[in-house]
Structures are given as C-alpha cells and as structure tokens.
C-alpha cells in the first residue's frame, strides 16, 4: 500500500510510520522536519498551517491517508485536497459528552453523545480539544462519505509506552527506581480504574485500519485494571526495594498535590468523582476488529527503559525535592 501519514516523525505517528514500514508499505510522511523520520520513510516537508502546505502530496493517490492532527482546519482542507479511498483519523476518548447528573457512570460506548463541534479552524486553548476533535471527525466523514470512501475514526483513551513525553505512566516505573527515601508516596485509592494503550499497539492497529478499510468510530485503549495493580507493576520492573505509601486524597490537596497530570500531580489518578471513570472506554467494537493490547508490565517495564535516556523534563509527578518535602510534612503532621 502507499500510505500517507501526515506527521509521523513523533510518538505515535513515528510508532505508525515504523510499524507501516515492517508490514512493506510504502510510507511518506509529510511534516514540518522538527524530528527525524522513522528509517525507510520518504519525508515531505510541509506545515499545515500555511497555504499550500499540501503541496509536496497533493498530485498523488494514496491507499490510505492516516491523521492525527487536532485542529479542524488542517483536516478540512486535507479531506478535501488529497486524493485517497480511506482515511484514518486519530480522534479522543474526550469527544464525548459528560454523562447527565445522577446518571450510572459507565465506559462509553461510540454510540454514546458528542460534545458540540468546534466551529472556528484552530483550538484557542486545550479546553477546546474535545470539541475540536469532534469537528475533525465530522470534516472526515462529511468528505469521505461525499466520495464514496470509508473512515475509521480512532477515538484513543491515554497512550503510553517509550517516547511518551507526558511522563503520566513512566513516572511511577521511573520513581520506584529513583526513590527519595523509604517508600514511594501514592494515592490512597487502589482501586481507582486505570486505562492505558501501549503507543506500539495503538499503532500496529491504525495500520491494519488503513489495511482492511475499517468503516466507523471505534474506542481504542487497553484493558481497565485497578491503580494498584499498575503500581505493582511499576515496583516490579524498578526492582524496587522500596514500598507505596498510600496518601489520603485530601491529604494531599492540603499538601498541593495536582491529580492526573502536570507538575506536583500524582498521575494516572483524579479525586473527582464525577471523573473516576474518566480513562475507560468500551473497547467491543476495536476488539472485534482486532485490537490487542499487551501486559501492563510490558509497558511499564518499556517505558522505564525509555525514561532512563529520557532528554527533556517529565511532564507529570513529584520531582525529588517535592516528595521529600511531602513526606517531611506527612512524618510531622504539618
């Protein structure tokens, strides 16, 4: 097949390119050049943003076009200028609506309700991302149903695995292994659900998306399993000497802990309630299509590999000095 991969020279659209190239497709990818492309991989220089940015792949026909961008307007005008019978978008799990109050929480499904599209072409702030990536999906199938083609919307729950900059998952392998002390401070919620998809395996099955013309929207991440379960896993792979110490959750928000991401967070986990079962999806559909996913400890124990040559900050977690301040404050009742 000749594969058109518009990005491909980072985390997951690299992932895709490199796995393309294994299967013997033809692979180009078109990028501004801010990373290298995967070997075996023709690049086009192009920014999307600017007009005719298109241009190097405009004038020909691909088997398959896969996307990830998230800015309506880059996909519209994509859809509408390259020629090709299928395209693979890679949507969101945040497309979704929240559930009504009172409402049963449960995994959505890709029946379920959609956020209300984002009209303008680009997001102002990452507070638009669900809506923007609605209106992705829409420009794709409005198009590709216009000329007779078939789409595969991917709407992914979190991706982890080597090259995952946001350091959500790699933080708890990489502090097991770099303790600042006697034990390693987590949430006091074990059975908080966790839901991940290793990057390789996400890619592996884009590929076979654009392989076998899947049509529709399917939810793509790995099994839900329980915070402790994935902080075990974390232990093991470190070789850790050391043990969790759980942290109530208003004990930390007194302390300045952030939930989920970012600096001074203890990723993978929220307090809201509202949100417990934010990272999990009904993964049916995808599975009956051929997603498989593997062991959260092969994940773990790959990405604390990666996060050991890690070159740039992690995104997420307690940096040393803030663990050791924390457990200071927690061994004093401060």
Not at 65 to 88: C, F, K, M, N, Y
Not at 156 to 180: C, E, K, M, N, Q
Not at 276 to 297: E, H, I, K, W, Y
Request: aromatic share 6%; net charge negative; charged share 25%.
């Amino acid at each position: 097949m000749r594969i058109l991969l518009l990005g491909g020279t980072a985390f997951l659209s690299h992932a895709t390119a490199t796995e393309a190239v294994r299967r013997g497709h033809e692979v180009t990818c078109l990028a501004r050049g801010t990373a290298p492309a995967p070997e075996g991989v023709r690049f086009a220089r192009g920014d999307r943003d600017e007009a005719g940015g298109l241009a190097p792949v405009r004038e020909q026909r691909w088997d398959a076009v896969i996307d990830v961008s998230r800015q309506p307007g880059q996909v519209r005008r994509a859809v509408a200028e390259l020629d090709t019978p299928h395209w693979v978008f890679v949507s969101t799990a945040n497309v979704y609506a929240p559930p009504e109050e009172g409402a049963t929480s449960r995994p959505p499904t890709e029946a379920d309700p959609l956020l209300e599209p984002l009209e303008a072409d680009s997001m102002s702030s990452m507070e638009e991302y669900g809506p923007a990536k609605v209106a992705c999906e829409q420009a794709v199938v409005s198009e590709m149903g216009r000329r007779g083609g078939t789409a595969t919307l991917v709407r992914a729950g979190l991706i982890a695995g080597p090259g995952d900059g946001s350091g959500r998952v790699g933080y708890w392998p990489w502090r097991f292994a770099h303790p600042t002390g006697p034990d390693v401070l987590v949430p006091d919620d074990p059975d908080f659900p966790v839901a991940f998809v290793d990057v390789r395996d996400l890619a592996a099955w884009l590929v076979d998306a654009a392989e076998q013309r899947l049509d529709g929207a399917f939810n793509a991440t790995g099994p839900v399993v329980p915070l402790t379960q994935v902080l075990d896993a974390a232990r093991e792979v470190a070789g850790a000497q050391v043990t969790a110490r759980p942290v109530p959750p208003a004990r930390l928000a007194e302390l300045g802990v952030h939930p989920w991401m970012g600096p001074r967070s203890m990723p993978l986990w929220i307090d809201d309630p509202a949100l417990r079962s934010f990272a999990a999806l009904d993964t049916t559909r995808a599975r009956g299509a051929g997603l498989q996913t593997r062991p959260v400890v092969d994940t773990l124990r790959d990405t604390l590999a990666w996060e050991e040559t890690r070159q740039t900050p992690r995104g997420a977690g307690l940096g040393d000095d803030e663990e050791r301040e924390i457990r200071r404050a927690l061994d004093s009742g401060a």
